[in-house]
């Protein structure tokens, strides 16, 4: 499988890699030097054909060839909006959304959500959800690593999201399934968001808003499941449907 790793400011030429790139390179994936790797900058979605000339842990040197647009991108907007949970969900979360195509993802505080981060705690967070994205999408192949945003009040988050074509509020007690709507918005191209609940659930005051935000409330069956799953059987759905 070819080896890939983000390096910011894509140009051809002879440069330097910092510290966290060097180590994945020289020390996870043990490149030496002469050694072939790929290199992708997620912000503006080209790569470039690069080598090893001298390898170390902490600032290998690297040779790049000429960048091109990125092979792997994501098609049309994907966005999940994302209640704030205890532990590593989030970050399970990124991780998912990044390897099934999501182009944002807005974590948001919720009422019933456990987690209530603050400002200070919320910029850590974004930083460690953002290299999640990173390396999530340079293990899957992806050039695009989701923008990761956040941690927003629940109406900002629906705002933010509020320029999708189509919206989808998941509640389990929605009396609309899920899959009909999106079938439609996936086979007419439409760009796409998803809002899902902390492990408590929505109130109905939330579902209120968000359909006020022409969220459609949709459910996902009978079945309970967890809001990780949730995130990643919708996104999963889209990709299935989406065929690509």
């Known amino acids: 499988m070819t080896v890939r790793a983000p390096v910011p400011d894509l140009a051809e030429g002879e440069r330097a890699l910092p510290a966290e790139t060097s180590r994945y390179l020289c020390r996870v994936r043990r490149l030496v030097a002469g050694d072939r790797f790929v ?8 790569e470039a054909d690069a ?12 040779a790049v060839g000429a960048p091109r647009p990125a092979s792997v991108v994501a098609g049309a907007e994907l966005v999940l909006v994302y209640a704030l949970a205890k532990g590593d969900k989030v970050d399970t979360v990124v991780r998912d959304a990044t390897e099934l195509g999501a182009t944002r993802v807005l974590v948001t505080r919720t009422e019933r959500a456990v987690v209530k981060a603050s400002r200070d705690r919320a910029a850590d967070k974004l930083d460690r959800w953002r290299r999640v994205a990173e390396q999530a999408a340079r293990q899957c192949g992806r050039s695009d690593p989701p923008a990761i945003d956040g941690v927003f009040d629940w109406p900002e988050a629906l705002e933010r999201a509020g320029d999708c074509e189509a ?5 389990p007690r929605a009396p609309d399934a899920l899959g009909r709507g999106l079938r439609t918005a996936v086979e007419q191209g439409a760009s796409v968001a998803f809002a899902v609940g902390p492990e408590g659930g929505l109130s109905a005051a939330e579902v209120d808003l968000a359909r006020a935000k022409g969220f459609l409330p949709a459910s996902l069956g009978a079945f309970v499941l967890r809001t990780e799953t949730v995130a990643a059987a919708v996104l999963g759905a889209v990709r299935v449907l989406a065929g690509r």
């Not at 080598?51 to 690297?62: F, G, K, L, Q, T």
């Open 167 to 171: 919206r989808f509020c998941l509640d």
């Open 51 to 62: 080598v090893i000339v001298e390898a170390s842990a902490e600032a290998a040197r690297v």
């Open 39 to 46: 290199a992708f900058d997620p912000a503006t979605r080209t």
